[in-house]
């Protein structure tokens, strides 16, 4: 019954290669997000899609790609992959229609790029 | 805009002593304000919130926190601290809005509880 699930926790792999996180909520919320943790712990927001619909797109480099099937899914896609991408992402999720809705998040995917 | 500052890197209490872990922030209007808290390789884990009304705000584990309109802080607090407590606690902001924006972090604090 986990509320934000996202997949795979763990990911270890090359650079240059392209690799997807999956992430799904059951909660009924209408937006999701992906925030990043790097390696000091600061935590930015990458990108925030409200019923399929990109409305959060920081500058965050084109090789990194959000895809909303549905409300309850957003899956981000990275092409070649670089060394300084290697950071934990996080995946969330609120309703909207007021600002002091609780965001919920997933337990975190590990990418490391060596 | 909205910016949140954590002053402290790291606070260390010992177990069964009141902690105190320090939040500001900066926004133009009203803020809601949160406190998450991230276990060692886990997620972040929702505390409590601030919206309107009482400025004391009870929330998970027996945390508290503070908001300060004039002093715009928001600091957790809770009476005697555990060892269990030890984690990485992240204050943030989020303007009013129809809530769509995300939340503004700050740079996290690290708990250490002493036995």
């Known amino acids: 019954d986990t509320a934000v699930s996202q997949t795979p926790k763990y990911l270890v792999t090359q650079m240059g290669n392209d690799k997807s996180i999956k992430c799904e909520q059951n909660?009924?919320?209408?937006?999701m997000y992906w925030y990043k943790q790097d390696s000091k712990k600061f935590l930015k927001i990458m990108f925030s899609?409200?019923?399929?619909?990109?409305?959060i797109n920081e500058t965050v480099p084109n090789r990194f790609s959000p895809k909303s099937p549905d409300k309850a899914h957003l899956n981000l896609h990275i092409n070649s992959l670089e060394l300084g991408d290697s950071a934990v992402y996080f995946c969330?999720?609120?309703?909207?229609?007021?600002?002091?809705?609780?965001?919920?998040f997933g337990e975190g995917s590990w990418l490391t790029v060596v | 805009a909205q910016s949140v500052a954590q002053p402290e890197d790291q606070v260390n209490v010992a177990e069964g002593n009141p902690l105190t872990v320090k939040c500001t922030y900066s926004?133009?209007?009203?803020?809601?304000l949160f406190w998450y808290v991230q276990y060692p390789n886990r997620g972040l884990q929702f505390l409590l919130k601030?919206?309107?009304?009482?400025?004391l705000v009870k929330g998970s584990y027996g945390f508290e926190a503070e908001f300060n309109k004039s002093q715009t802080s928001f600091h957790l607090k809770k009476p005697s601290a555990l060892v269990s407590d030890s984690a990485l606690y992240f204050c943030?902001?989020?303007?009013?809005?129809?809530?769509?924006?995300?939340?503004?972090f700050g740079s996290g604090t690290r708990l250490q509880v002493q036995p």
């Open positions: 969330a999720s609120s309703q909207t229609g007021f600002s002091g809705n609780t965001i919920y």
């Open positions: 909660l009924g919320h209408d937006t």
């Open positions: 899609y409200n019923n399929k619909e990109l409305i």
């Open positions: 926004v133009s209007g009203n803020p809601y």
């Open positions: 601030y919206i309107t009304g009482d400025n």
């Open positions: 943030a902001v989020r303007v009013y809005d129809t809530g769509r924006r995300a939340l503004t």
